[in-house]
């Protein structure tokens, strides 16, 4: 008989993005003497839910998926945050992109806390039909565990307007007639015309590059002229990417699922785009660029790097051949703290991922306004307020680097985790 205690657990080959975000949380709560029991609800997620469900496949087959909701914190409101269709979504990635969401919601001063979740699967293998009834049948699965005043899950890695608007029909369906149209804002990200906010499929990629824009300001740089490379060419990246090249700076690198491009002469944001629709969504072949090593990808010559892809991308394998003075971290996640040591010894700045991509789930807050309250905004209007509250959570972070000599992460965080904090004081702990 083998004895428990000797037993030494297998330690993990690579370090997960639980690891990293729980390292941010730690440093954070000690650098602002975080209330000991406050540490101790926040380490933790609040409720895991992980359902295997059966779907009809087309060719009349039945397949088992496996989807995941990990509510991590509702001390401030709703859980919120989006949910994934990737093979790498298990519990551990829903945990730590749950916490990602209750600083990120917290630091943007939203009514919410965070939540995250998916389904394991690679949606390039499955049809528009068998991913209506992936989508439909799992959202009858989380049943109210999901529900407008209590999770409102969005669109995240390769889910869209189309995957929100099914979600919402069906949890609708499931309600009485006379409750149906309350229940329109249990998701955000939502088609227009079907609830959706203008603008909503732009605000993370707008909000990356507002974030970039107040750096610059701040710096005294123009951006005209600059030179940056985008990893991953999907809704985060393309916006961003779309709206530096009107401020005249240069897209020299992109990388996608399928492979690297490079032109050092610049690469035309929307000719990639219409490219890669015309080439079942992949960058590779476009004419006006060179094919490039992905593994090389961030050593391109550049002077600001988005990451907007998954997580885990620049670590210390890597991080000492970027060559961009800023980050900005589109992605969730995607510098792990190995990697963030090196670039922080190198001087690179970083705009933390809770920050730079926080346009997204301030554009579902606004969604979420509109639904409950019957109205119907203008884009300009959006666009406007959108600037204002990026611009309140960027100057809050970078007063509190320049106050406490420290980094925009460890600021985010800080100021994240005081107002849960304060609110946690203020209610105590029930019962
Ligand atoms: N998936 C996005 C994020 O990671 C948006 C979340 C939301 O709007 O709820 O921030």
Redesign the pocket.
Known sequence: MINEQTVEKPKPLKRGMLDNVLEQFNHAADVINLNPNVRKILSITNTEIIINFPVRMDNGDVEIFTGYRVQHNNALGPY?????YHPTVDIDAARA?AM??TW??SLAGLP?GG??GGIQIDPSKYSKNELERITRRFTYALGENIGPEHD??????N?NAQTMAWIADTYMSTKSTSERSKNQHVV??KPTGSGGLEG?DR??GYGVFLTIKFWAEKNNISLAGKKYIVQGFGNVGYWASHFLEIEGAKLVGVQDAFGSVQNKEGISTEDLFNYSISNNGSILGFPEAEPFDSKEFFSIDCDICIPAALGNQITKHNAHTVKATLIAEGA?GPTDVEGEKILMERGITIIP?ILC??G??????F?WLQNRNGELWQMDEILEKLEKKLRTSFEKVVNYTEENKTDMRTAAFSIAIERIEKAYILRGIFP
Do not use: C, F
């Open positions: 919120k945050g989006g949910l994934r992109l990602w969401m990120k919601t919410y939540a995250k409102i899950p969005a669109p995240d890695v889910t955000t990200g909503r605000a993370t969730n991922d991509n926080s997204g789930v301030i554009g579902s807050y969604e």
